[in-house]
Nanobody
Framework: QVQLAESGGGSVQAGGSLRLSCSASQYIVCMGWFRQAPGKEREAVAAIRGSGSTSYADSLKDRFIISKDDAKNTLYLQINSLKPEDTATYYC??????????????????WGQGTQVSVSS
């Protein structure tokens, strides 16, 4: 069982930046971020696998940067030029061997509890 713990969310003004972190209890091959806005379905944001190959949701790749530090078993999501529509709970997700496509690990086995991002105009 792998535990995932997100941090770094908060309330920011439009145009600002945030860096979210997801600490994993052990190394895991595929990690990624999803988000869920109020009243909407959960959507994929970005994923990173193995040696560092990445995949982004087409509509988000210009402002979102996913990265990881394997020595710390930590995943990051840098969000720049925040917009009110970025307001959502951001979830870390992982799978021990999944590939990545469309901004996500194709399969998800583990989820974090989520961190809230609120962007005001």
């Amino acid at each position: 069982q792998v535990q995932l713990a997100e941090s770094g969310g908060g309330s920011v003004q439009a145009g600002g930046s945030l860096r979210l972190s997801c600490s994993a209890s052990q190394y895991i091959v595929c990690m990624g971020w999803f988000r869920q806005a109020p009243g909407k379905e959960r959507e994929a944001v970005a994923a990173i696998r193995g040696s560092g190959s990445t995949s982004y949701a087409d509509s988000l790749k210009d402002r979102f940067i996913i990265s990881k530090d394997d020595a710390k078993n930590t995943l990051y999501l840098q969000i720049n030029s925040l917009k009110p529509e970025d307001t959502a709970t951001y979830y870390c997700a992982a799978h021990p061997f999944s590939g990545i496509n469309g901004g996500r690990c194709t399969y998800v086995m583990y989820w974090g509890q989520g961190t809230q991002v609120s962007v005001s105009s």
